[in-house]
Structures are given as structure tokens and as C-alpha cells.
């Protein structure tokens, strides 16, 4: 029977749309596309490399260069001896500036957020001293649990200048597509990431026992021209995330 993979990837090679000519990225599309359709779930595995060089008509190379790049980006996990699945706990690089929603996105799952605060208000000292900002500044707060459907990932505290986003109604699923919409999109972050114990109000709000293993991220970023648009606290679960680094000697 031919796999879910093939025929999507044969899809794709006929689709004049598709306007791919490189057979590793139209199969990496493909990989995603079958993904986000849930035709593999998470912690199922692949095709064998093999399986897959043979039923598609591609060299091994070719395959490995797909699914390399979808290992690299956490979509995919592989296991020594025992092949290639779909990431159940979500692999988040930290080599790309992306957002939640689009990491969801890209995982085919249905990024959503509950809002406890969207308002305007005067930059804190503390804030005013993190950010760059004039005392008495004004700054969007937004204050979100973070959801994948119904279950709950994140908390995050967000503070951006007024002079970015003047609004917080501009801000409905996310906050990098408003800040987008603005030319504010940043550039560049500096993050600080350490582990805690999710207190009782936090586990409360996404849902685990009291005294979970957190991660509590910290996040400036900033514009080319180096003005700080976001000063965000997170909260994520530390059940679900993992956090890669790639890093390289000098
Ligand atoms: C991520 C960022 C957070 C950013 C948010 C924007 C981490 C640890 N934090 O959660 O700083 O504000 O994405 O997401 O990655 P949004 O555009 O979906 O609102």
C-alpha cells in the first residue's frame, strides 16, 4: 500500500502550484504537509530512509537531506537505531526568533491564547530600566496562558512600548503578527532561560501538579535600530518543551 508520504509527495510533484524543483524541499514539504494533516501522529514513526529512497524513486541523499532539515527545525526526532518520528515533546530551536504561534503552526497544532490583561498603562521603574524606556513611558501588558487547542503550555507577561504598538486590541492571536503589521517585527532577542518549580498558581493555570519542573524565559527584543520592543516573561512547561542550541567552536 502505498504510504500516506508518497502520495503526498507525488501530489506535490504534480501540483504546478507547488513550483518546487529541489526534491529534498518538496519532500521535506511533503513530511510537513502529511504532518499538519495529522497522517503520521506525534510519536509515530517514519518510513525507513530506505523505504522511502526506493518507493519515491530518490538517492539516500536526497532523503536524508529532507528529513535532516526537519530534525534541525524539532518537527522530527531521531532515535539510534530505530529511526525517524514525529516530536511528541516540542523541540524548540533557539537559533530562530520565531513566535508561539508560528512554532505551533508549524507543528500542525492550533496555537490559541486566554487573555487575563490587554491594557495600556505606564512603563515600572523596573521595566523602564529593562526596556530602555523613559519613566512614565506608556506599554501595552499583556498577560496570556498559551494553548495548543485545549491544553495549556505557557504563561507569558508581555510589555511592548506604546511607540511600537499603540494598541492592545491590534494584538488578537499574536503578538509578533500585530507587531508585523507595525514594521515592528523584531530583529533580534536576547533570552535568559532557567528552571523552576511551577508555583501553585501557575501549575494551577496550566494545568499540573504544583511544584512541576518550569522553565522561566526571559525576552528582550529588539529592532534593527536597536530600540527594545518586547520584554516578555515566560512560563513553559518543562513536560512538554525542550529548548536546542546548535553551537560551533569559533
Ligand atoms: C514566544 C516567545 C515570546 C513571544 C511570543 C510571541 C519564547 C520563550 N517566548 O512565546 O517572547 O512574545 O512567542 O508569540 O519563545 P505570538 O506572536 O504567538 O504572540
Not at 523584531?186 to 501557575?202: E, G, I, K, N, W
Not at 520592543?229 to 512538554?240: A, H, K, L, N, P
Request: net charge neutral; proline share 6%.
Amino acid at each position: 500500500m502505498e504510504s500516506v508520504l508518497t502520495s503526498e509527495y507525488r501530489r506535490l510533484s504534480r501540483d504546478p502550484a507547488t513550483q518546487q524543483p529541489l526534491a529534498y524541499l518538496r519532500l521535506r514539504q511533503a513530511i510537513r504537509n502529511v504532518i499538519d494533516q495529522r497522517g503520521i501522529e506525534p510519536g509515530q514513526a517514519l518510513p525507513s530512509e530506505r523505504d522511502l529512497s526506493q518507493a519515491l524513486g530518490l538517492s539516500r541523499v536526497t532523503v536524508r537531506k529532507a528529513i535532516g532539515g526537519l530534525v534541525e527545525e524539532g518537527l522530527l526526532t531521531q532515535r539510534h537505531g530505530a529511526g525517524t518520528f514525529v516530536a511528541e515533546r516540542i523541540v524548540k530551536p533557539m537559533s530562530r526568533l520565531t513566535s508561539f504561534t508560528e512554532d505551533l503552526r508549524a507543528r500542525g497544532l492550533n496555537p490559541r491564547s486566554e487573555f487575563f490583561e490587554r491594557g495600556i498603562g505606564e512603563v515600572t521603574p523596573e521595566e523602564a530600566m529593562a526596556m530602555n524606556l523613559s519613566p512614565g513611558a506608556p506599554v501595552v501588558r499583556l498577560h496570556r496562558v498559551r494553548y495548543a487547542g485545549d491544553e495549556p503550555l505557557a504563561i507569558e507577561r508581555s510589555v511592548v512600548p506604546a511607540s511600537a504598538l499603540p494598541d492592545p486590541a491590534l494584538v488578537h492571536d499574536s503578538l509578533y503578527e500585530a507587531l508585523e503589521q507595525r514594521g515592528c517585527r523584531p530583529r533580534r532577542a536576547l533570552q535568559r532561560l532557567r528552571a523552576v518549580l511551577l508555583t501553585a498558581q501557575h501549575a494551577r493555570l496550566l494545568h499540573v501538579a504544583v511544584g512541576s519542573a518550569g522553565l522561566a524565559i526571559e525576552r528582550r527584543s529588539f529592532l534593527d535600530d536597536g530600540r527594545i520592543v518586547e520584554f516578555t516573561s515566560s512560563w513553559y512547561r518543562g513536560d512538554i518543551y525542550d529548548f536546542v542550541a546548535e553551537l560551533q567552536t569559533d
